[in-house]
């Protein structure tokens, strides 16, 4: 939808995932002032390996989880369409990634045309990059919490996208998420049934439910049913695990239990309940993924 006052801003609807690294704010709070000999120089090095380094890490290995499931995808959606709505499915997903500090805010708008079907990929893309990295990220020591949800939002003139989709899903990583885990919102999760529920008279209509299908395979809930990312669930096994590191997930679990043990040493009740919750949900997959 354009605005007649600015013909260049279109406000739509879009998917926004708002994804922190925890335990940044103390490594970048010791850059106060440049080296001015090699000891200090080794110290940078130091906290930006911590820091900056790890934010670019973070947008590598999305970038390639995104297109390892888009190429597998596209190969079959696009067969499964074009021969039903010839045009109904597009590979430009609309994907804008941007950085604010420690954070990665990563955004496909959802279009309302043809059936959905592009939409879907860009947000099942999105949902299965962000299991992976979630996923390498703990393995490497480097605990992630977000949140994802739908709203109307808009892209700004700098490429970023600004609006209710932001602010909803910096609101689930900020004040709902609690341990490393990516809370969905009520929208996103609303968002998926309709589309399954969608009229056949629509080309594409099937292909997009059962991608929106998929995607619904890709989120669970907590006791209190607050709806989070199935980072480690069976469709991203599928998709992703071969795209994995190997020894990621002793790995990861490896850290989970020396996180337990040295919050548990320091007293520090509220995390060790949050890495306890995290222990918890690794387990409970730990099948699925046994290396």
């Known amino acids: 939808m354009r605005i007649d006052d600015d013909p260049k801003l279109n406000v739509e609807w879009y998917l926004t995932a708002f994804v922190d690294i925890l335990g940044q704010k103390g490594p970048l709070r010791e850059l ?5 000999n090699p000891q200090e120089y080794d110290r940078l090095k130091e906290t930006l390996d911590k820091t ?10 999305f970038d390639s989880f995104f297109q390892a499931y888009l190429e ?20 430009d997903t609309g994907l804008v990634v941007t950085h604010v500090s420690d954070s990665i805010i990563i955004s496909v708008p959802l ?32 605990p992630l919490r977000g949140g994802i949800d739908v709203g ?11 609006g209710a989709s932001l602010e909803r899903a910096y609101s689930l990583e900020h004040e709902i998420a609690g341990w490393p885990r990516i809370a969905i919102g009520n929208e996103f999760v609303s968002y998926l049934p309709v589309i399954q529920a969608q ?12 991608t929106a299908k ?30 994995m590191p190997s020894g990621t997930i002793n790995a990861l679990e490896a850290f989970i239990d020396r996180e337990e043990r040295r919050w548990l040493t320091k007293g520090e009740t509220k995390l060790i309940t949050r890495y306890h919750l995290l222990d918890q949900y690794v387990q409970s997959r730990h099948a699925l993924w046994r290396e």
């Open 32 to 36: 106060k002032a440049l080296p001015s």
């Open 72 to 91: 597998k995808e596209d190969t079959v959606v696009r067969r499964s369409i074009e021969h039903i709505a010839p045009g109904a499915f597009s590979s």
């Open 214 to 243: 998929l995607c619904s395979e890709m989120v669970t809930e907590d006791e209190q049913h607050q709806a989070y990312l199935d980072c480690l669930s069976a469709p991203v096994h599928q998709f992703l695990g071969a795209e």
């Open 111 to 142: 279009t309302f045309e043809k059936c959905h079907v592009t939409s879907l990929i860009g947000v099942n893309a999105v949902v299965m990059a962000i299991s992976g990295i979630w996923t390498v990220a703990l393995s490497r020591g480097w």
């Open 52 to 61: 900056v380094f790890r934010v670019l890490a973070l947008r590598s290995l």
């Open 199 to 210: 009229s056949e008279d629509c080309p594409g209509a099937s292909i997009a439910a059962s």
């Open 152 to 162: 109307i939002s808009t892209k700004l003139p700098g490429g970023e996208i600004y």
